[in-house]
C-alpha cells in the first residue's frame, strides 16, 4: 500500500513541474555579431504566449547596429509587418550601450528580430533577452 502512495506522490510532483514549463520561458538570450544585410537572430513563436517582453542591446565597444522587428499574423506566411510601437520605431539605431525594449500588445503568430551593422564594414555586437508567459 506504501509503495502505490508514493508512486502517486512521484506523478503528481511532475504533472505540477510540467505545468509550470509550460506556461513560462523565460531566461533566454543571445548574444552574437551582426554583418552588414539584415541577419535573423530571433524567430519567436507567439502563438502560444501572451505576454513577451524582449531586450535589444548593442554591447558592442564602438560601433552602432541597426535593428528591426517584424510581426507576422500567418506563422508560415510571407506578410511581413515592421512592429512599432510609444518607445521602439520600425528600424532602430543602437548606439553602444543603448537598450532597446519590447513588450508586444499586439497578437502575432511570430515575431523576427533582425539586425545589421549601421555602418557596413563595421560590425556592432547585439545582445537579445527574452521572457514570455501564457494568460494566466
Excluded at 506504501?2 to 502517486?8: H, M, N, S, T
Excluded at 541577419?39 to 535589444?56: A, P
Excluded at 558592442?60 to 506563422?75: K, W
Aim: aromatic share 8%; charged share 20%.
Amino acid at each position: 500500500m506504501k509503495k502505490v502512495y508514493i508512486l502517486l506522490m512521484v506523478v503528481l510532483l511532475s504533472t505540477t513541474t510540467l505545468f509550470c514549463e509550460i506556461n513560462w520561458l523565460e531566461d533566454q538570450k543571445l548574444t552574437t555579431e551582426t554583418t552588414n544585410a539584415y541577419v535573423t537572430y530571433l524567430t519567436l513563436d507567439m502563438r502560444q504566449w501572451q505576454h513577451v517582453s524582449v531586450l535589444i542591446k548593442n554591447v558592442d565597444a564602438a560601433n552602432s547596429i541597426t535593428v528591426q522587428v517584424l510581426g507576422y499574423t500567418n506563422f508560415d506566411g510571407d506578410i511581413a509587418n515592421p512592429i512599432s510601437s510609444t518607445n521602439w520605431s520600425a528600424e532602430q539605431a543602437l548606439t553602444t550601450g543603448q537598450i532597446g525594449e519590447l513588450k508586444f500588445t499586439t497578437n502575432w503568430a511570430k515575431v523576427v528580430i533582425q539586425a545589421k551593422a549601421t555602418v557596413g564594414g563595421s560590425q556592432g555586437d547585439i545582445l537579445i533577452e527574452w521572457i514570455a508567459r501564457k494568460e494566466d
